[in-house]
């Protein structure tokens, strides 16, 4: 055997089950691999190709050719194993990836269709589904987690005289009443909104928040306040929080698995940044929680157009125009103020 011997590579050579090594070669004959210690005599490994295990290159990383007897030799030449393969019929894909860059751009190209696709049509029908399967004792866990993520990372206390929310609360009472859920089936909450200014919203379990800011910005009209909780009762018993917060957490989850472990900073991120996207709907939900306020606030024997005029206001206080939008999934404030106005014309015309 010794005159057809084809010298591969040198390395270390480690006998199987111990961590002590040997400087040694690695050859060749044919597709049979053998190993030789430096100082000579017999081969210390053999294997066929088939049935040894060569490890794929990556960068700069050692190369481990494990024999079936668990030896194992290993050598920082990988050039001359992947000549070698190559001449048997082998390519190392992760290298060839990382080497040609056009394969790994296309790589990370089908990547992100990928994840787009699922973003785009599997995300949606896994949250229908969750939405359906979801028990009660779910939604409370979830809305606590939410409010508390957003306690932490946005909101303060409520600086509202304890008279203004009493007040605020039966008013909301007398609507709330009149929905499907019923009084007990909702929790309102003051908060002061930091960052994120006026804005009310709702939390799948029937948790409602109002913030200071809102209150301020509508000058304590009742009618408005009221018609902007309606609004978010209507995302509750339509479940339209539920599904937000599942495509949120969806969304977070995504981004995990294209990037791996991004770390307790990283996940704090995406925590709080799904508890955030959790605030905003569709445009077919924002529509469809507008046209519950109208009847709700008519059935109370309220103004049915309050949630328009709320809208009206924004466009006056925060110098929106009509064709603006509040938030970039919602629809511009003077097609949904044109929108309530129909919608309660049918209202208090008997149509609903």
Request: hydrophobic share 45%; no cysteine.
């Amino acid at each position: 055997m010794a005159s057809d011997d084809k010298r591969i590579a040198s390395g270390r050579w480690h006998p199987p089950g111990s961590s002590r090594s040997a400087p040694a070669v690695l050859l060749a004959e044919g597709k049979t691999l053998f190993v030789r210690l430096d100082a000579g005599g017999d081969p210390v490994s053999l294997g066929d190709l088939a049935r040894t295990e060569i490890s794929a290159r990556v960068g700069r990383i050692p190369r481990r050719v494990t024999f079936a007897d668990s030896s194992l030799f290993e050598t920082d030449d990988n050039d001359a194993v992947d000549l070698w393969l190559s001449k048997h019929g082998k390519k190392g894909v992760v290298h060839e990836l990382e080497r040609f860059h056009p394969r790994l751009v296309a790589f990370v190209f089908a990547v992100v269709v990928l994840a787009g696709l699922i973003y785009r049509y599997a995300v949606p029908a896994l949250v229908e589904v969750a939405v359906l399967v979801t028990p009660p004792a779910v939604t409370e866990w979830m809305a606590s987690g939410t409010l508390l993520s957003l306690d932490q990372a946005v909101f303060s206390e409520s600086r509202l005289p304890e008279a203004r929310q009493t007040e605020i609360l039966k008013a909301f009472n007398q609507v709330a009443v009149l929905s499907s859920r019923g009084v007990a089936g909702y929790n309102l909450n003051f908060r002061q909104g930091g960052p994120i200014g006026p804005n009310a919203f709702a939390l799948p379990d029937g948790t409602l928040v109002i913030t200071d800011e809102l209150i301020e910005l509508v000058d304590g009209d009742m009618d408005m306040i009221i018609g902007v909780l309606a609004h978010e009762i209507g995302h509750v018993e339509e479940e339209h929080s539920l599904r937000q917060l599942y495509r949120a957490a969806g969304m977070a989850g995504l981004i995990m698995l294209i990037a791996g472990d991004v770390g307790a900073a990283g996940e704090d991120i995406l925590t709080n940044g799904a508890a955030l996207m959790s605030l905003s709907h569709s445009r077919d939900a924002e529509n469809e929680a507008d046209r519950i306020s109208v009847e709700l606030m008519a059935k109370a024997g309220r103004d049915p157009r309050a949630i328009g005029r709320f809208f009206a206001r924004l466009e006056e206080k925060l110098g929106l125009d009509g064709d603006s939008s509040f938030l970039s999934t919602h629809p511009g404030t003077s097609e949904r103020r044109e929108a309530i106005d129909d919608h309660a014309k049918t209202v208090e015309a008997g149509g609903i």
